[in-house]
Each structure stands twice: as structure tokens, then as C-alpha cells.
């Protein structure tokens, strides 16, 4: 926790070991090989569901709500220059440009309290900006995300699915374990480079995808997943990472 509260006070990255290898297992920098990110992929996708008659699965076929969410770390410039970010700016993670911002009352209280003016629920359904999310170099003009606390309202029972794209901006690509808070999904599918609409979903696995609550959305890439929205009340959706947050 200190590290994570440096981070935050400061603005920059947290420290990072200097050890290749860490109880066993690649560190910070630890260079992962083409091998070594092929072999993951490879087993990744092969992690399939039962779905038998005493493993049954609900797969959503159809679907009422679609979301396109992009996930990216810019930066917010700071009063003379004083953080310990790229070009002593702060680190700000976001999700389609919006980087959560903490509100003073708890979310979970002014939902079910009906508290108002806390968080507004226009969260966008895409970016506001399509671009090379996958690009080497990317415009400053994507650097500086809005700031927001904003919630996706799901009719109950509808089926939704999200697509996570991985952006470089900041040349900060990073493999994104995103996770939600009251749910399970299925994971139908993902890949490499910028989400193709017409072409990726018909890649989907709609017969035996994994049911999990958090997914790795690859480095530079995508990650899609469905359910049925039928567990009412608030929940976060969130890069485990970062302080990005739904």
C-alpha cells in the first residue's frame, strides 16, 4: 500500500524491481520473448468451459447492449511542474477518456440512498475519438483524458457485451487484468492489434467460452466478453493495475 500511496501523492510510476525474476517468476524487467508471448496466448485460448449437462453455460447469443471501451494511461500537467510523471506531469489511467475521479461520498451510499450529484451515468458507450489505438507513436492531442465520475446504466436483464481495447498512448501498452465486481462473464474472444467489428466477432466462442470475473485484456490488443445484466444494485468494473474505473 505505501507504494501504491507514493504513487498517487507523486504522481509517477511505483518503484520497480530490479530483479529479472521474482520468487521464481519474470519481474519488472524481465523482457517476455515472442516464444514466451505466443505460448501464453496459446494456452489462454484453450481454457474452454464444461458445458455439459451438469456444467450447464448461458452464453448470450444475441445481444441488447454493446460497449467499446478503450484503456489507456495519459497525463494531467501539474502546478510547476511538480510531479514525478513523464515531463513532471501526473499519471492519470481512463477508461474511453474518462479517468475516475474519487467522489467525497461513497458510490455505493448514493446509489442506494439516492443521493444526487455524486456521479452522473452518461458514461460513454465508445471513445469519443477513434484512432491507431495500437500505433508506436501517438498524438499528444490523446495524452490528457477527461476527468469524471461516471456509471454504464444496464436495463436489468439485458445482454451486454464488452469489447476492452488496449491503446499505447504514452507508449504505455500493458496487459490489463480487468475485473467485475457482481458478476461472472464469458470470455468469447480476443487478439492481437485493433479491434475489427466486422471481422473479430465472427472469431467469437459462443459454445464453450470460460465463465470468469476478471480478464486479461492483452498487451496492444483486445479482449471481448458478454452476460446477462440480471444482478441488480452498482458495481465496479476496473483494470486492476491502474485507478481506472466504471
Known amino acids: 500500500m505505501e507504494l501504491i500511496e507514493t504513487a498517487l501523492e507523486k504522481g509517477g510510476e511505483t518503484n520497480k524491481s530490479d530483479a529479472l525474476t521474482i520468487n521464481g517468476q519474470p519481474g519488472d524487467l524481465y523482457n517476455c520473448s515472442k516464444q514466451d508471448i505466443d505460448a501464453v496466448t496459446n494456452f489462454t485460448r484453450r481454457i474452454k468451459a464444461l458445458a455439459d449437462k451438469d456444467h450447464p453455460i448461458d452464453v448470450p447469443q444475441e445481444v441488447d447492449t454493446r460497449l467499446f471501451i478503450t484503456i489507456s494511461v495519459g497525463t494531467y500537467p501539474c502546478p510547476n511542474d511538480s510531479c514525478e510523471g513523464p515531463n513532471r506531469s501526473r499519471l492519470a489511467a481512463s477508461l474511453n477518456n474518462v479517468s475516475f475521479m474519487e467522489p467525497e461520498i461513497d458510490l455505493l451510499q448514493a446509489y442506494y440512498r439516492g443521493i444526487g450529484g455524486v456521479f452522473q451515468t452518461d458514461f460513454p458507450s465508445v471513445p469519443p475519438h477513434f484512432f491507431n489505438f495500437t500505433a508506436d507513436e501517438l498524438p499528444d492531442s490523446v495524452l490528457t483524458p477527461l476527468k469524471g465520475t461516471k456509471a454504464k446504466v444496464?436495463?436489468?436483464?439485458?445482454?451486454?457485451?464488452?469489447?476492452?481495447?488496449?491503446?499505447?498512448?504514452?507508449?504505455?501498452?500493458?496487459?490489463?487484468?480487468?475485473?467485475?465486481?457482481?458478476?461472472?462473464?464469458?470470455?468469447?474472444?480476443?487478439?492481437?492489434?485493433?479491434?475489427?467489428?466486422?471481422?473479430?466477432?465472427?472469431?467469437?466462442?459462443?459454445?464453450?467460452?470460460?465463465?470468469?470475473?476478471?480478464?486479461?485484456?492483452?498487451?496492444?490488443?483486445?479482449?471481448?466478453?458478454?452476460?446477462?445484466?440480471?444482478?441488480?444494485?452498482?458495481?465496479?468494473y476496473f483494470c486492476m493495475l491502474f485507478i481506472s474505473f466504471i
Open 154 to 236: 444496464l436495463k436489468f436483464n439485458s445482454t451486454v457485451e464488452m469489447v476492452f481495447q488496449g491503446t499505447n498512448v504514452l507508449n504505455a501498452a500493458e496487459n490489463h487484468p480487468m475485473h467485475l465486481h457482481g458478476y461472472s462473464f464469458y470470455f468469447v474472444g480476443s487478439g492481437f492489434g485493433n479491434f475489427d467489428n466486422v471481422t473479430d466477432p465472427k472469431k467469437y466462442n459462443l459454445v464453450d467460452p470460460p465463465e470468469i470475473n476478471t480478464v486479461g485484456v492483452p498487451k496492444n490488443g483486445w479482449a471481448a466478453i458478454r452476460f446477462r445484466a440480471d444482478n441488480p444494485g452498482m458495481f465496479g
